[in-house]
Structure formats: structure tokens, C-alpha cells
């Protein structure tokens, strides 16, 4: 590469930023980082109608939660209006456009006339060709004129740097707006304007902007200066290969955030949508996916985004994480859900870390930890329908309960250990002549109201004594007022 490397994400503040924006932005990142470039934030917000100040810091904040840093930026493209002028007018004087004085009505009364006649919906160049009179009887009827690209005959192409070369057929586009009538500039000659302004020198973007490409590459033409490099993404599908709904992760980052997921394992699972790193890796840090990134890697056919996978990978993440960093992640998480304060948390770090190491391998996301892990923190629970069917429905239930109650409460403290209360268990269920399972299953029942969970002995010696006792005694109340009714 001749030049230096400068890439840009350019999000529009009409929602929060999108996870396929996202996965474009961390393309853009993975390249600048790996290339020593540079990482530009750009603003599109030309449309007042669908741009809001609350998204744009809902759109920064969500980046730096993955960790895009950008080097540039942000520029809002709201606040360069003197430039846009500028290249119109350049624009217009090259005679590569004319102004356009249609009305929008009279525009949708064409577009209506070729969709009943089931034509291609295109402008019919009525003012390609005015002259200085029509011009003038126009401006006297108080039209303001838009300013439109004249389409030349022949073709355009260039270089995808994923899908190689591309042609299009100029006849298959109309004449274009590239400003308004009121002197906005479209989309696409703001991008050209911003991409050639900002100096930029790859543009990295989803592949339903191929179209969009012809029509830039056209405009720069026009303007007599030199195009970016251009590379079209795939695009996410969904399992039946059809375009990704909500349900299947078309959402955005910030509701990824709220689901529990590490930022660190939605930069790793993205990059690796329609990108390999030439090997078999999965679980990339940061710093390998940096330095593996190349868009020779990328594969031009979409991908399927697997939600599961995402949880998987997920769940990976948390496991390989520190006990002490993931405390702190679930930290917000325990907090938001009421389960506990933050000064609990804190007052009694060396006791939540031991709860954390139980639940490790049961969670994928952050806020699995309510779920998987309430018991730690309240009494106030219910028991599985299932298993209170199971478990505490059968003869003498309550009496097995009660014998575990009472001979727990005999233990000393030093003793009401996991092994202590283990040997204890096994010990009168050989007594009882029966299995220790028949003991384990309601104990852990009683304890938790779940059936399955971390060790049962686990869950004893951290709920201690007393709140064992008292779950105990709690489960014989429940089991013999159910036998009353």
C-alpha cells in the first residue's frame, strides 16, 4: 500500500448502532489496527427527520464497550454543509450535472404511471436538456431545482477487493439527485464528498452498497478526483439463508450488552462472520484477530449468524476469565437485579468469589448468574413443579427432611464443611438402608428449588448452617401443608 490507511464507520443517528453496523465497524478496526492505519468516526445526519442526539451517544458509547476506539472523529456530516456547497457548485460548472426543477409531485405521478405499467421506475431526463428559457419560465413559477448527475453512455466498473472486477451497464441507472432541491446533499455524493475530504483510503462496507458504489464511482468521475479502494462485505443471513430477523440477532449492541454478553466475545464472534484466519482458531484475543486480519480472508458468501454459536462462544469467554474479573463483570448484573448491594458484594468479595467458581460452567451469559444462582441470595423462591412432583411428593419426604434438618443442626460449625456435611449424609443414608441420592436430590431441592445446579455440598457449606436448617424446615412446612390439601 502506497498510501496510509484510513477507514471509516459511518452510522446514522436514526437508532442505536445495529450489530451489522457494528460487524462492519470492527472489519474497518481489525483492518486500520492491522495496517497501522488510522480510524475514522463519521456521522451521518443530513436527514434531521430521522437523526437524534440521544442515538449518536448511544452509538459512541456502544463502541467503546467493544472497544473501537476511533482516531478521528466524530464528524457529522450536519455540520459541513460550506463543503458540500463547494463540490456542488464544482459540480454543476463541470457540466457533468444539471439542475432538475420537478416537483415531487410530478416525480410521483411518474413513478405511479411506470409501476402501473409495470416499467422500471426511473427520472426520464425531462430537464436534462432545458434551455435558458424553460430554465427561466421555471425559476419564475418559484421551483427550486435539485441538482442531478448526468448518467454518461457506456458502462462503469471497478475493483471489489472481495468480489474482484464489477461492470454495470450505465443504461441501467437513471440521473440521479446528488443535492436536493433545498441544497442537502444526497447520501451518495455526501459519502464521496466526506470519503475524498477525509482523506479516506479503503471503503470497507456491507455488500448491499454495490449499487450505491457504481453511482460514487460515477461521481467521482464527474468530479475529476481519484476513488477509494473499495471492499463489499457479506452480509449476515439467518439459518433458512434468508436476510436475519430480531429473533436470530438482528438487534442492536446495546441490547447485547443488557443480554449479558462480553464485548470481548461480540468482537470475536462478528470478525469471524464471512472472515477466517486461515486456520482453524475460533477463540481469537483482540490482539491475534489484529494481527490475522486481511480482506484476502474475507469469504464473499454470507453467512449464517447462529445465535447458539454466540452463546457458546460466549460461555468460553467467561470460562477462561479470571474468578476475581468475572465477579466484577456480574457485579452490575447481581446489583440490577435485586439480588444484592454492591456493598454486600464488596464486604464480603472472598464469599461471592467462592459462588462465582460454582456457577462458572453453568453460565453463557452474565445474567444466567440471577437465574443459576438466586438461592445464594434470598429465601424467597419457589420450587420446580417437576420436582416437587418427584421429590417431594413421595412417603415420608417430609421425614427424611426433617432427619437432615435436625442431624445438620447437631454439626458444629467447624465441621458444617463439604466434607463434613457429605460424610454426615452418606452416612445416614447407609443408616436408613437406603442411597444417598434418595437424601441428595430433595436436600438439593429444598436448598435451591431446582433440581440440578453446582455440587450440593457446594451450595451447604456456603449457605452455612443456619439458613440450611431453616430451608429444611421451610421444605417440611411446604411438603406437609401440600399433604392437607
Known sequence: MTSPVRVRIAPSPSGHLHVGTARIGICNWLFARHNGGKFI????????????????????????????NWDEGPYFQSQRGEIYTQWTERLRNSGHAYLCYC?????AAKREKA???????????NCRNLSDADRARYEAEGRKPALRLRIPDGETRYTDLVYGDLTRSNAELDDFVCARADGRPTYNF?????DHDMQISHVIRGNDHITNTFKQVLIYRALGVEPPLFAHLPLNLGKDRRKISKREGATSVIEYQQMGFLPEAIVNFLALLGWSPGDEREIMTRDELVDAFTLERVNPSNPVFDMQKLEWMN???????????????????????GLVTRLHIQTNWAWMLRVVETLRERIRLLNDIVEQGAFYFTDKFSYEEKGAKKYFNRPGAAEDLTLLSNEFGKLPSSDFTKVGTEA?????????????????????????????????????????????????????DFIRKSDQQ
Not at 455526501?190 to 466526506?194: L, N, R, S, T
Open 41 to 68: 468516526l463519521r456521522i451521518e445526519d443530513t436527514d434531521p427527520e430521522r437523526s437524534f442526539a440521544e442515538m449518536v451517544t448511544s452509538i459512541q458509547e456502544s463502541m467503546k464497550w467493544l472497544g473501537l
Open 103 to 107: 416537483t415531487p409531485e410530478e416525480l
Open 115 to 125: 409501476q402501473q405499467e409495470k416499467q422500471p421506475i426511473r427520472y426520464d431526463g
Open 190 to 194: 455526501a459519502c464521496v464528498i466526506d
Open 315 to 337: 460461555g468460553e469467554y467467561i470460562r477462561k476469565m479470571s474468578t476475581n474479573e468475572l465477579l466484577e463483570r456480574l457485579t452490575p448484573v447481581l446489583m440490577e437485579s
Open 424 to 476: 454426615l449424609l452418606r452416612k445416614l443414608a447407609e443408616q436408613l438402608g437406603r442411597s444417598p441420592a434418595e437424601l441428595i436430590h430433595p436436600l438439593r431441592l429444598a436448598l435451591t428449588g431446582m433440581t440440578t445446579g453446582p455440587g450440593v455440598f457446594d451450595i451447604v457449606e456456603l449457605l452455612g448452617r443456619d439458613k440450611c436448617v431453616a430451608r429444611l424446615q421451610h421444605a417440611v
